[in-house]
């Protein structure tokens, strides 16, 4: 069999990330000598010399290694170039007959291996020049380029940054132990197979002064140092960086930091929590997923985090409640928040649908791209839209700020750039923000918000008083009184007599209740403070000014 002797090309534009110890080189090098070992009973073999142009633009064949390596292809020491992508060689369609032409004339060729075609026929060569006429390919080679580079680091086991562990200091890409920080997580970790719950741990935790690790961001603002909340306890226990491994999406894989919990240990801890869970929710309460869970700000940039409680019945209710109603329940915070959590998730994912689907939104979003570009991402888009899921819309959404009278909606440009195969530096991130204004109606503890271009919303209580009002004035056409009225019904004479005038609302007005289009003061609390006048047309004038 006739060798065939490979020799892998690699190159990075810019210099970032170079210094790390398994950059995008290594990355490309790694798949390309994985391809050429698939092809071993094709007779391929690896060279050992190395091709590598780090730091350097594909615009120009002015470059060291791929000069050098095309010297060796002259001079008959390498049959076949092997690339992580086309790209990686030139991204000149000029550039890249010269470079054909060498080949040609030593007898070599190229593949990409993750491109499926060879120059060394003619229909490879006709695959290439179409691709090259797309402008579409450099922006789906570089979206994918990050992902690869960050999914291939991650499956070395490198930590890729972002907000350090309790436990852990960075050293590098990876991390080394911080010895008080470690203590407090293994302590959690004794106290959940101790005490089984994490309600429990969270008690034991603030009994035994335990804190979270105090940070301070670039623009001097502090957090953390604060007892553990239950949400950062549940996260440290189902944290496999702990065990000395890294997630990546829906993978784990071995990590190069040492594990603060022995893995055997924090497997049999992910068994207990599921156990416990199912015991706890059963299947139906764990489809309900807080989606906005650390996405939701007030005014007072106090995150609003996931709460839940039960009605009578057992009915699990959901809230978003801001943080400091949580972290300290004992004092009084007027200006809180206390959101239903899925009327909540209904309206942000008709604002996202809504933007995204706004006439002109990404042309607005990728200024100067070409109009060919634009009409292929909107159509993607707007096509994805049609079928997506709440939780597709929702994964689109980076922060929401509530304050009084506003919401700011912000989505994610790196979730957008992902969706449309484009450089997240190409989105004109400004785009991405939106106002919108609303009125919020208080019941008991909760706050509905309503914006100002949404329908009221379905209001049950007032459902449910507007029919009991007719059944007791049917009572009362019997000749009960409102003292027997309320002792049948388990409520007082005083109740009976605040609602019973809800009997006798205008037609209309019932049917935009029932339609959740009523005025959003119109409620059972308000009905209740005043006397409604008994004239149709007097109760739609009162009803207008709400």
Known sequence: MKKIRCAIYTRKSSEDGLEQEFNSLHAQRESCAAYIASQKHEGWLLLSDQYDDGGLSGGSLDRPALQRLLDDVRAGKVDQIVVYKIDRLTRSLADFAKIVDVLDAAGASFVSVTQSFNTATSMGRLTLN?????????????????????????????????????????????????????????????????????????????????????????????????????????????????????????????????????????????????????????????????????????????????????????????????????????????GAWRLPAEELETRITGLVRSMLSRPGFIASLLAGAAADVIAEASSGLLGMIEDATPDELLAFVERIEIVPGTLMLKLSAGSIAERLAADPDHIDADRLVSGHPFQYRKRGVETKIVLADAPTGCDDTLIRNIARAHVWFEDIKTGRSFDEIAAAAGTSKRRVQDMIGLAFLAPDIVRDVLDGKQPVGFTSAWCKSRDLPSEWSDQRALLATL
């Open 130 to 334: 179409m691709l090259l006429s797309f402008a579409q390919f450099e922006r789906e080679v570089t979206a994918e380029r990050i992902r690869d580079k960050i999914a291939a680091s991650k499956r070395k086991g490198l930590w890729m940054g972002g907000s350090v562990p309790l436990g852990y200091d960075p050293d590098g890409r990876t991390l080394k132990i911080n010895a008080p920080e470690a203590e407090t997580v293994r302590t959690l970790y004794d106290l959940y197979e101790r005490l089984g719950t994490i309600r429990e741990v969270k008690k034991e935790a603030e009994r035994l002064r335990l804190r979270s690790r105090r940070r301070e961001a670039s623009d001097g603002t502090i957090t953390g140092g604060n007892h553990f909340g239950r949400g950062h306890i549940y996260h440290i226990l189902t944290n496999p960086l702990y065990a000395g491994r890294i997630r990546h999406r829906d993978k784990v894989h071995d990590g190069q930091h040492p594990a603060l919990i022995d893995p055997e240990r924090w497997d049999r801890t992910q068994q207990q929590l599921q156990e416990g869970a199912a015991r706890q929710r059963g299947k139906v309460a764990a489809k309900r997923r807080s989606l906005l869970c650390r996405k939701l700000f007030d005014e007072t940039g106090d995150r609003l985090t996931p709460s839940h409680s039960k009605t009578r019945n057992g009915t699990r209710l959901r809230y978003y409640i801001s943080n400091r109603l949580a972290a300290r329940s004992g004092e009084t915070h007027p």
